[in-house]
């Protein structure tokens, strides 16, 4: 993408009180982040493999914040082990709540100029709209698509089927690449959100916008090898090393 294009995609998020920022790459992205955040904030972490590839975590660490992340290695580890209670699960969500700065990705940016989500739990996503004095989110050029309806379209064709193939959840769509709006107990959309304006409880919104692609997220037409790229920068960009399927490896 054209940063033109990008730089389009900014000035309707700015029209919309976003406070935004266009950079080359990921270790821009990591200077912007670091750049917006305050040494010595508290910051909440969103579930995001782009936060984890551009490394804002641990530099945020480093300038002395206090990181709260509900999905850092260390408790995964222990939520797959069984060994953390659902109710410190719940009090850390709510710890990065209210955090001076929420630092997240996003599934989907529409060029439209609107962020959609979507979450199991919805921790995520309320972060995004209320709790914290400001949040930060960083979208890799892959998460652009037009509009709203595109972006509900990618969200449950692509976005859950890709999470639910890397995080081994028994879902249809892991199977399919198709929603069948399932009941199944390891489903991983339970709230979506469309956030066309920047939330007014938040003292600053900003999205930083990266000309290159980051996290999961892919249109199916694209060529094969872009989508190869995405998955392979996934896998080793990131902790999660877990043997990701690849699309419609299962679909048979
Ligand atoms: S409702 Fe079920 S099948 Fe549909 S996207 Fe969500 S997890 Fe997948």
Redesign the pocket.
């Known amino acids: 993408m054209m940063k033109k294009q990008l730089e389009a995609v900014c000035d309707r998020l700015r029209h919309h009180g976003f406070r935004t920022v266009v950079v080359a790459d990921a270790a821009e992205a990591r200077e912007a982040v670091l750049r917006l955040v305050a040494p010595g904030s508290t910051v909440g972490v969103g579930d995001s493999a782009t936060l984890r590839q551009i490394g804002s975590i641990e530099a945020l660490e480093e300038q002395g914040c206090a990181v709260v992340d509900l999905f850092s290695r260390r408790i995964s580890e222990l939520t797959n082990a069984k060994s953390i209670s659902m109710e410190k699960r719940k009090n850390i969500a709510r710890l990065a709540m209210h955090c001076d700065v929420f630092l997240t990705g996003t599934n989907v940016v529409t060029e439209s100029g609107a962020l959609v989500n979507i979450d199991g739990y919805g921790n995520r996503v309320a972060a995004m709209i209320c709790g914290p004095k400001e949040v930060v989110v960083v979208a890799g050029r892959n998460k652009i698509v037009a509009d709203v309806e595109a972006a509900l379209v990618r969200l ?1 064709s692509v976005i ?2 890709a999470h ?1 193939r890397t995080k081994w959840k028994n ?4 199977a399919t690449d198709r ?4 009941d ?1 107990p390891e ?3 339970g709230v979506t959100t469309i956030i066309e304006r920047a939330p007014g409880y938040l003292d600053a919104a900003h999205v930083v916008l990266v000309d290159e692609d980051l996290g999961l997220g892919w249109d199916p037409s694209w060529p094969e090898d872009r989508i190869a790229r995405i998955l392979a920068s996934y896998e080793a960009e990131t902790w999660l090393k877990l043997g990701s399927r690849k699309p419609r490896d299962t679909a048979s």
């Open positions: 449950k859950v089927p639910a879902t249809p769509c892991a929603c069948s709006d399932c199944s489903r991983l959309c």
